[in-house]
Nanobody, 112 residues
Framework: QVQLVESGGGLVQPGGSLRLSCVAS????????MGWYRQAPGKERELVAT???????NYADSVKGRFSISRDNVKKTVYLQMSSLKPEDTAVYYC??????WGQGTQVTVSS
């Protein structure tokens, strides 16, 4: 069984930065593609970024150049560094382990 715990969300002004963390317990973290997704009110959950076991990254067009995903296999942690935040980035952000496991989500609100 895999458990994921996200942290780092909060309220930030437009143009600001936040770093999200997701710590995994159980599983074989170092062999699994990890991802960050988000869901805004009234919208479907969407991909933000993924990172493979080899460190290959993929980003949604809406966050390219502003967000950066990284991982620490020793700490079993995946990070999402978010910069130049916009109000439209406001959402609950979820960590995903492979295709089967989700974290509980962390709220990110971008507002002045």
């Amino acid at each position: 069984q895999v458990q994921l715990v996200e942290s780092g969300g909060g309220l930030v002004q437009p143009g600001g930065s936040l770093r999200l963390s997701c710590v995994a317990s159980g599983g074989i973290f170092h062999l699994i593609t990890m991802g960050w997704y988000r869901q805004a009110p009234g919208k479907e959950r969407e991909l933000v970024a993924t990172i493979t076991l080899g460190g290959r990254t993929n980003y949604a067009d809406s966050v390219k150049g502003r967000f950066s995903i990284s991982r620490d296999n020793v700490k079993k942690t995946v990070y999402l560094q978010m910069s130049s935040l916009k109000p439209e980035d406001t959402a609950v952000y979820y960590c995903r382990y492979g295709l089967d496991y989700w974290g509980q989500g962390t709220q990110v609100t971008v507002s002045s």
